[in-house]
């Protein structure tokens, strides 16, 4: 079957340090990729997303790669603080028969040291 | 606050009885999602609402699942019958139809109910 996955399951950085988190995907009709942030009993919550037309989207902080070739997703946040410590998850989405449903990964921890 | 609310935010049953959650998302959403978390996983999806008409339903979603969006606002999800499996987080999610040019827009979720059958 198709699906969404990540890479590691768990990164530590130390605080000031840069993160990555790949994701890679294997639904080649995936148009629309969205990083969320969950925290410790918390929904999760949306950080940036990045349709397929595009390579890089940047936000505060974060920015967003996309390669379609390999079908690989990351999400770069400088500079990282404690607050940033969360599971991240990439989700894909894919339009079947006019829907969008987002699909979720399993999730990366970071944890991010003091 | 104006954001996704999920009610109640806990719930602790006895395995047999049927349990209700409540979402409300925000307010000039029109689509509303339900999906299903377990501990270490990512959210699966359940199932998802435009307006007042349910329009996908995953294999996930069983007979003893049975969800309502009667008035195209706030939401209802039915579990009969609970099992121990019926454990997790269920969370909600609303999104805004976007327009033909660009029909992507993200979901934001709220902090979900969790479920504890025992």
Known sequence: GESVGLHLPTLSVQ???????NCAYSNSA?????????????????????????DKRQ????????????????????ATQPGDSAVYFCAERTQSGGSYIPTFGRGTSLIVHP | DTGVSQNP???????????TFRCDPISEHNRLYW??????????????????AQLEKSRLLSDRFSAERP??????????????????????????????MDPNTE????????????
Request: glycine letters at 10%.
């Open chain 2, 9 to 19: 935010r806990h719930k602790i049953t006895k395995r047999g009885q049927n349990v």
């Open chain 1, 59 to 78: 936000g505060q902080r974060v920015t967003v790669l996309l390669n379609k070739t390999v079908k690989h997703l990351s999400l770069q946040i400088a």
């Open chain 1, 15 to 21: 605080e000031g340090d840069n993160s990555i988190i």
């Open chain 1, 30 to 54: 995936s148009d629309y990729f969205i990083w969320y942030k969950q925290e410790s009993g918390k929904g999760p919550q949306f950080i940036i997303d990045i349709r397929s037309n595009m």
């Open chain 2, 107 to 118: 979901a934001f979720f709220g902090q979900g109910t969790r479920l504890t059958v025992v």
């Open chain 2, 71 to 100: 008035k195209g606002s706030f939401s209802t999800l039915e579990i009969q019958r609970t099992e121990q499996g019926d454990s997790a987080m269920y969370l909600c999610a609303s999104s805004l139809v976007g327009t033909p």
């Open chain 2, 35 to 52: 999906y299903r978390q377990t501990l270490g996983q990512g959210p699966e999806f359940l199932t998802y609402f435009q307006n007042e």
